[in-house]
């Protein structure tokens, strides 16, 4: 089993609509939660992190659910340069990072 | 302000080839890190470094060698690359904690024939 699981999506959503998808991981010792973006052919960039409270940066909604072990991201409002690829990542107590294969998202005018 | 710069951006290698990857940061991170990418598989760690001197092996070590001389660099190396090694390098580092994320390079493509 991979460590931390996506939907790949994609998901295609017009403008202005709300997108949201999960990610699950599999070690109930992880550390830290996070939420990359990566556009196309390019490295990594990070979009926020998850806190246990839950957050917002903006439009966007992270949720983590440490029962459960899954985390969420909900964009609003989405916008045309919100399409990108989202990279759930989780760190674990030995400051590595374990990636979710991506979810693909892609917003349509 | 370069972050986290690696070089080559782009190499195509013969089967059999050698040749070394640079990652260079000027944030004085503590942590280094080198992961590959490839298609449905999201980045595996290869090697990383917690400071200057060290190595560890991550999820997919096999036919990779790294050093970490000075702190501010990290280098991967192939010593016999294969087709199997074709794919994106990106390298990454953080501070000690590592609580804010990490930094990554822009990327190395490497195409092995």
């Known amino acids: 089993r991979k460590e931390v699981e996506q939907d790949p999506g994609p998901f295609n959503v017009p403008e202005g609509a709300t997108v949201a998808f999960n990610c699950t991981y599999s070690?109930?010792?992880?550390?830290?939660f996070f939420w990359y973006r990566q556009d196309c052919r390019k490295e990594p960039k990070l979009l926020m992190s998850v806190y246990s409270s839950g957050n917002e940066d903006g439009r966007f909604t992270a949720q983590l659910n440490r029962a459960s072990q899954y985390i969420s991201l909900l964009i609003r409002d989405s916008k045309l340069s919100d399409s990108a690829t989202y990279l759930c990542v989780v760190r674990g107590d030995d400051y590595k990072l374990s990636f979710g294969a991506g979810t693909t998202v892609t917003v349509r005018a | 302000n370069a972050g986290v710069t690696q070089t080559p951006k782009f190499r195509v290698l013969k089967t059999g080839q050698s040749m070394t990857l640079l990652c260079a940061q000027d944030?004085?991170?503590?942590?280094m890190y080198w992961y590959r990418q490839d298609p449905g598989m999201g980045l595996r760690l290869i090697h990383y470094?917690?400071?200057?001197?060290?190595?560890a092996k991550g999820e997919v070590p096999d036919g990779y060698n790294v050093s970490r001389l000075k702190k501010q660099n990290f280098l991967l190396g192939l010593e016999s690359a294969a087709p199997s090694q074709t794919s994106v390098y990106f390298c990454?580092?953080?501070?000690?904690?590592?609580?804010?994320?990490?930094?990554f390079g822009s990327g190395t493509r490497l195409t092995v024939v």
């Open positions: 990454a580092s953080t501070p000690e904690t590592g609580y804010y994320g990490y930094t």
């Open positions: 944030m004085n991170h503590e942590y």
């Open positions: 070690n109930s010792a992880s550390q830290s």
């Open positions: 470094s917690v400071g200057e001197g060290t190595t």
